[in-house]
């Protein structure tokens, strides 16, 4: 799978969108874009996945580059219990269960 | 959504005894569990892929004996610690789920383990 980077930490002023950067420019054709994000002791949560259109849910937006090789996950009113270890990782997409292989993550506080 | 359970959420043993945590999948069938370990401040590192029926699969540096796992139903799976030393202790997670085309992987809430 390919490699991720992201910063080690971010601040953001709560009602603020937050803005999470990844950088993947490695990543393969048939690779996915996964977030999620981990609360102090608790198992990680799914948030979105994308391939290469922009994606949005209840939880946040995620914005891929046209070339893939970057994207943006978007909090867009953060909260104080948005607070958490945010994990960006590629994952190739195929059937059967695939493996997802965390990196150090950011950890991202939002301030009241 | 897919909801993955995870028992007990914590357990203290004494140095070298066994401890078994479960991880079982509530509303889908999972033939492949994923368990991680988790050091204070550092990421989750895979330990081993659990597959139904059949042998787990480890990452290189997990000890196979000492980390027992047993895949034997389409919604459980099973983490034996044997032996547990206090460098054990640790927050141990699964996962289940993603085994369809653009589907996650969920994960159980974890287990801290104090070994004394």
């Known amino acids: 799978d390919a490699k991720t980077t992201q910063p080690p930490s971010m601040d953001c002023a709560e009602g603020r969108a937050a803005n999470l950067p990844c950088n993947h420019s490695t990543i393969s054709g048939n690779e996915y874009v996964y977030w999620y994000r981990q609360i102090h002791s608790q198992g990680p949560q799914y948030i979105i996945h994308?391939?290469?259109n922009n994606e949005t849910n209840e939880m946040a937006s995620l914005i891929i580059t046209e070339d893939r090789k970057s994207s943006t996950l978007i909090l867009p009113h953060a909260t104080l219990r948005d607070t958490a270890v945010y994990y960006c990782?590629?994952?190739?997409?195929?059937?059967?269960?695939?493996?997802?292989?965390f990196g150090q993550g950011t950890r991202l506080t939002i301030n009241p | 959504g897919a909801v993955v359970s995870q028992h007990p959420s914590w357990v203290i043993c004494k140095s070298g005894t066994s401890v078994k945590i479960e991880c079982r999948s509530l509303d889908f069938q999972a033939t492949t569990m994923f368990w991680y370990r988790q050091f204070p401040k550092q990421s989750l590192m895979l330990m081993a892929t659990?597959?139904?029926?059949?042998?787990?699969?480890?990452e290189q540096g997990v000890e196979k004996d000492k980390f027992l796992i047993n895949h034997a139903s389409l919604t459980l799976s099973t983490l034996t610690v044997t032996s547990a030393h206090p460098e054990d202790s640790s927050f141990y997670i699964c996962?289940?789920?993603?085994?369809?085309?653009?589907?996650?992987?969920?994960f159980g809430n974890g287990t801290r383990l104090t070994v004394t």
């Open positions: 659990s597959n139904e029926g059949s042998k787990a699969t480890y």
């Open positions: 996962s289940a789920g993603g085994t369809h085309y653009n589907s996650p992987l969920h």
């Open positions: 990782i590629v994952r190739v997409d195929m059937e059967g269960a695939q493996k997802l292989v």
């Open positions: 994308g391939l290469k």
